[in-house]
Nanobody, 116 residues
């Protein structure tokens, strides 16, 4: 069984920074692709960034150059460093784990609110 717990959300002014963290329990973290998704009110959940087991990353166009995803397999942690935040980044951010042949897992989400 895998549990994902996000932290680090909050209220920040436009142009500010936040660092989200996701702690994963279970034994499959090192073989899993980890991702951050977000969902704003009235909108569908969308991919923000993803990092593979080989540390390859990909980002949604709307965060390229502003957000950085990283992982620490020794601590079962994945991070999302967010810079130059904009009001349109306001959303609930979710941690996601995908491993071949395993169920997909989601965290409970952490709220990020960017004020103008």
């Amino acid at each position: 069984q895998v549990q994902l717990v996000e932290s680090g959300g909050g209220l920040v002014q436009a142009g500010g920074s936040l660092r989200l963290s996701c702690a994963a329990s279970g034994s499959i973290f090192s073989i899993a692709v980890m991702g951050w998704y977000r969902q704003a009110p009235g909108r569908q959940r969308e991919l923000v960034a993803r990092i593979t087991t080989g540390y390859s990353t990909n980002y949604a166009d709307f965060v390229k150059g502003r957000f950085t995803i990283s992982r620490d397999n020794t601590k079962n942690m994945v991070y999302l460093q967010m810079y130059s935040l904009k009001p349109e980044d306001t959303a609930v951010y979710y941690c996601n784990l995908q491993a071949l042949g395993r169920p997909e897992y989601w965290g409970q989400g952490t709220q990020v609110t960017v004020s103008s």
